[in-house]
């Protein structure tokens, strides 16, 4: 059925979408300020775009603590992208050059250092 759909096919490897997640919660925990900062952005982002969708102001105010929280929801669940797309290419550079089996050692590796670096960072 969806090679009727869709003429090619690829093929993601299991290995790459371990590394590329273990590299995106290793950056999402060492640039948290930065990941603070795109969730803030995000959120401004969607309750400005949600406000265009309302032609008076009552109705915009009826539900609006309702959606502002949906729309925070929305922006913390939107924010890991960025980090997903550099953890990618973070683990394509480890893969590249030291092999596949190096990605996830690394990966994890960057991941446990900078999870010990939030928490002391944090005090």
């Known amino acids: 059925m969806m090679i009727e759909i869709v003429p090619f096919t690829f093929e993601i490897s299991p290995v790459a979408i371990a590394g590329t997640s273990l590299w995106s919660l290793a950056l999402y925990l060492a640039l948290f300020p ?27 105010e009826r539900d609006r603590p309702k959606r502002e929280a949906q729309n925070a929801f929305y922006a913390s669940v939107f924010s890991i992208f960025p980090f997903f797309l550099f953890g990618g290419l973070c683990n394509l550079g480890v ?7 190096w990605a996830i050692s690394t990966g994890i590796l960057a991941c446990v250092s900078c999870a010990i670096y939030e928490l002391g960072r944090t005090n």
């Not at 952005?41 to 309750?47: E, H, P, S, V, Y």
């Not at 893969?95 to 089996?101: A, I, W």
């Open 34 to 60: 930065i990941s603070e900062w795109v969730i803030y952005q995000l959120n401004r982002w969607f309750n400005f775009a949600e406000r265009s969708l309302y032609l008076s102001q009552e109705e915009f």
């Open 95 to 101: 893969e590249l050059t030291l092999g596949q089996s």
